[in-house]
């Protein structure tokens, strides 16, 4: 394994986050890391992939930070093209939810259910809820089977969704995302709003499908990086779709007609190199254009 991908949040009070951010940096430059991180007064939010020796040699001087020694760090084969470039950034918030203030993962949130404890739900048939806290084009390559999806276009979304999810404010239920951090912070919010029994899924659709791939997620898991469609294998399905032929894929591109830029699921056959359309509707506009 030459290149490996590092996967990390943790929502954790930081006083300064413009120092924590030219420490951040400077030490992904020092070991020659590409990606991106976000830090904010709640927390760090980063992907970054190198050599593997590199990587290892970063995260072993980040958890010496006192306010992220306990931090997991997931880890994932890495190509050496995952990233272009290095950025590492100061934000408002590490997920760009807009919640109000008391939504506050560090004070409140859902109790953390390990991969194991998800499994034992699954084989003993628990009666339970799983809410798919991702945006819907993530949800459309894979998912854990039954989930809930509150079809989400961005993570600030889920007010207005909410009216959909009330029918389970009683229910058992578990919110998952690719990492964790979404999750973390929804599940805040569903508390915050009334829901009883929340649950979240400690490091994630990531770190399941690490332990159990192929078991109860179906498809792929979608990556914020040149790789898009993650498979951890075992026997899985596909469930992607593309979105003209509604034949099954798993690869992802955008639409060619730059006021729309839709980024959907598209097959082999439907793909064109003149440029690839979401819709007819799509094609007429842009070929009209340049009549």
């Not at 001087?61 to 760090?73: G, P, W, Y």
């Not at 499994?119 to 798919?132: G, L």
Request: proline share 4%; with cysteine; aromatic share 8%.
């Amino acid at each position: 394994m030459n290149h490996q991908v590092l996967l990390f949040y943790k929502y954790v009070s930081i006083e300064d986050p413009q120092t924590a951010m030219e420490q951040v940096r400077a030490l992904a430059k020092k070991h020659e890391l590409l990606g991106r991180c976000l830090i904010a007064e709640e927390g760090i939010n980063g992907t970054f992939e190198g050599e593997t020796v590199n990587t290892e040699a970063f995260a072993e001087e980040l958890l010496q930070d006192v306010r992220f020694a306990d931090m997991n760090i997931k880890r994932s084969v890495g190509t050496g093209t995952a990233f272009k470039k290095l950025s590492v950034r100061v934000r408002d918030e590490i997920v760009g939810t807009r919640f109000p203030a008391h939504v506050d993962p560090r004070k409140q949130t859902g109790k953390h259910i390990t991969p194991e404890e998800l499994r034992s739900w699954y084989e003993q048939k628990e009666d339970f809820v799983v809410i798919d806290m991702r945006n819907e084009y993530e949800y459309k390559l894979g998912h854990f089977k039954d989930s809930i999806n509150p079809e989400l276009e961005n993570s600030r979304d889920l007010p207005e969704a909410l009216p959909k999810l009330e029918p389970y404010k009683d229910k058992k239920v578990l919110t998952v995302c690719t990492g964790g951090i979404r999750c973390e912070k929804m599940s805040a919010f569903l508390l915050a709003n009334g829901f009883t029994d929340v649950h979240q899924l400690e490091n994630g659709m990531h770190g399941y499908m690490e332990k159990y791939p192929g078991k109860d997620f179906e498809g792929a898991l979608y990556t914020f990086d040149e790789r898009v469609a993650m498979d951890f294998g075992g026997d899985r399905t596909i469930v992607g779709t593309c979105q003209l032929c509604a034949a099954p894929t798993e690869t992802y591109t955008n639409c060619a007609n730059n006021l729309c830029h839709l980024h959907f699921l598209i097959c082999t056959a439907c793909t064109s190199p003149d440029g690839t359309f979401c819709s007819n509707e799509c094609r007429t506009l842009v070929e009209s254009a340049l009549v």
